[in-house]
């Protein structure tokens, strides 16, 4: 069943997606409500499983970084009596996961994975995800630049590194 938030929830909810380091002092003056209310709430939706965990969003191309990522789409075979989340849930505990995704459209599913060269991105598809009972099809795309994630931007300006068009 779904939880229905109050309006205090809903704004320290939307404050710490935005800004996950934001102290209770800072919720607390945003929103008009002791310190001890702030802790109080952010321990219960954190006991509910709302808040899940606190994490920064890294810049990964600012850095040397030899780790290559995939999105994956997947057609699979919904099982009897669960659909697609049997599968979905196999896929999710494959240790290369970081993301997985029911989504409409032409795939099923959308697979984020990582890993250390283009070589192990694919021997992880051809031999763990393809592998897996109820995956039919998988089209591998690897990540080659993030613009934006989870409402962040990653690049402050909009230069080009493109030559002008002489006609």
């Known amino acids: 069943m779904l939880k229905p938030l109050t309006t205090e929830e809903l704004k320290i909810l939307n404050l710490l997606e935005d800004n996950s380091n934001i ?3 800072e919720l607390a003056k945003k929103i008009n409500l002791s310190e001890e209310d702030i802790k109080k709430i952010k321990k219960n939706l954190e006991d509910e499983e709302i808040i899940l965990k606190y994490k920064a969003i890294v810049n990964w191309e600012k850095i040397e970084s030899p780790e290559v990522i995939a999105l994956i789409q997947v057609n699979v075979t919904p099982m009897q009596g669960s659909g697609y ?4 849930i196999q896929i999710s505990e494959l240790e290369e996961v970081a993301a997985c995704l029911l989504v409409s459209g032409s795939f099923d ?3 984020e994975v990582s890993g250390p060269s283009l070589k192990d991105v694919a ?7 393809a592998a897996l009972e109820g995956v039919e099809q998988t089209r591998t795309n690897f990540l080659l630049k993030r613009y934006k994630q ?5 690049t402050a300006h909009r ?3 493109r030559l002008p068009m002489v006609i």
Not at 123 to 129: D, G, Q, S
């Open 123 to 129: 021997f992880f598809v051809a031999e763990k995800l």
């Open 150 to 154: 989870a409402g962040d931007l990653f």
């Open 85 to 88: 989340d049997e599968v979905a």
């Open 159 to 161: 230069k080009t590194h």
């Open 23 to 25: 102290t209770d002092t």
């Open 109 to 111: 599913l959308l697979v």
